[in-house]
């Protein structure tokens, strides 16, 4: 079981940046793959970057690539999204999440344990 709380989101000014944390519970949180999500009102939930077990690998969606990287540390039990350069339509509720399929994963429906979420909110 891994228990997830986000944190670090908040109001910025477009073209600012935010940093976001994830704390999962766990001795064994290399053991899974994270991954970012986001969901905007009236929007599906839709996938943001992912990372492995071991932080060697990487996955990012095409809107954020090159503004957005995620990090881990698995000796902190902490996955981390830096965003710069944030544009308006980045605002979202972030949720961070894992799975126990290997690699990096995009797909939402793969991902077993959720966070609560935290707003980032982009204003112009």
């Known amino acids: 079981q891994v228990q997830l709380v986000e944190s670090g989101g908040g109001l910025v000014q477009a073209g600012g940046s935010l940093r976001l944390s994830c704390a999962a519970s766990?001795?064994?949180?290399?053991?899974?793959?994270m991954g970012w999500f986001r969901q905007a009102p009236g929007k599906d939930r839709e996938f943001v970057a992912a990372?492995?077990?071991?932080?060697?690998?990487?996955s990012y969606a095409d809107s954020v690539k090159g503004r957005f990287t995620i990090s881990r540390d698995n000796a902190k039990n902490t996955v981390s999204l830096q965003m710069n350069s944030l544009k308006s339509e980045d605002a979202a509720v972030y949720y961070c999440?894992?799975?126990?399929?290997?690699?990096?994963?995009?797909?939402?429906?793969?991902?077993?344990?959720w966070g609560q979420g935290t707003q980032v909110t982009v204003s112009s």
């Open positions: 999440a894992a799975t126990v399929r290997g690699g990096v994963i995009s797909t939402a429906l793969t991902y077993m344990y």
């Open positions: 766990g001795r064994t949180f290399s053991n899974y793959p």
């Open positions: 990372i492995s077990g071991s932080g060697g690998l990487t």
